[in-house]
């Protein structure tokens, strides 16, 4: 399995045939395993097990790399003991149906501001695109990623011994969604001079008027491009503002922006 000329030392693929059809076992697998890659068509599990890399299918296993027979066929025995357990455990383990889709990075940089501002944790949009197209990440992790056009969720349909054998997919109304930022939006207010002084005094640098607005704003769980609209004011600098904002409350997030406001009786 060497590329040619790199001068690596060659390795072993070893493909290992079960007696019994272990497909209804793919979704604990994918609960559990590390990196766990689940697929449909065709049928297939992939993950990482003691840093060898093994593609399941339901009747054979297929992994490497591994220096000899010898070392591959110890790693059988350690695959079936490590099957046999998540069997063992069933019932201890919720399993887990998604699907992976891989979807293209250069699609997902796309819907980020490519400022490499890091507030998501990683230090490059590059690199928080890469984790998304690994589903390694979730989207909420960038506060200037905009609400979804829509949002599904699928259900498994089993048979009569508990084997996924369908899904039904279902569309979630996002606007019908209640959480965190509803909540804020019902409190909001129009915000208080004397309450605004408070505020200001307890932080190192005061907010300006439109950051005040911009704060207003994210209380109402409006995005930045709604903001950008209701403000008059570019994208980019609702974004400015957003970063300001969060640097002077010291928050990491819109919510918890708001929050603060809330507390503060400013929204």
């Not at 919720?94 to 699609?107: G, L, N, S």
């Not at 939006?185 to 439109?210: C, F, W, Y």
């Amino acid at each position: 399995m060497a590329k040619p000329g790199s001068g690596a030392r060659s390795s072993v693929m070893a493909i290992f045939y079960f007696d019994t059809d272990l497909g209804s076992l793919f979704p604990y697998i994918n609960a559990v395993a590390k990196e766990a890659e689940l697929y449909k068509e065709p049928y297939f599990i992939r993950f990482k097990l003691d840093h060898v890399f093994c593609v399941l299918y339901p009747e054979r296993c297929i992994a490497s790399p591994f220096t000899d027979r010898n070392e591959a066929k110890r790693f059988r025995d350690k695959m079936m003991v490590y099957l046999n357990s998540i069997l063992n455990r069933k019932d201890k383990i919720r399993p887990k149906y998604k699907i992976f889709k891989k979807i293209a990075v250069t699609d997902i940089i796309r819907l980020l501001p490519r400022t490499n501002c890091r507030e998501c944790g990683y230090p490059s949009c590059m690199a928080f695109a890469a984790m998304l197209s690994k589903q390694l990440a979730a989207p909420s992790r960038c506060p200037y990623i905009g609400s979804p056009l829509n949002e599904q969720v699928t259900y498994p349909v089993f048979d009569a011994n508990g084997n996924p054998v369908s899904s039904v997919t279902l569309d979630v109304d996002t606007a019908a969604k209640t959480g965190k930022a509803t909540a804020l939006h019902q409190m909001v207010g129009e915000p208080d001079t004397a309450a605004l002084e408070q505020a200001n005094a307890s932080l190192i640098s005061a907010l300006t008027k439109r950051e005040m607005e911009v704060l207003a704003e994210l209380g109402k769980g409006r995005t930045n491009p709604e903001i950008s609209v209701r403000l008059n004011i570019s994208s980019h600098t609702v974004k400015t503002h957003v970063t300001n904002l969060f640097n002077k409350l010291g928050v990491s997030d819109r919510t918890q922006a708001a929050v603060w406001a809330v507390r503060h009786k400013l929204i």
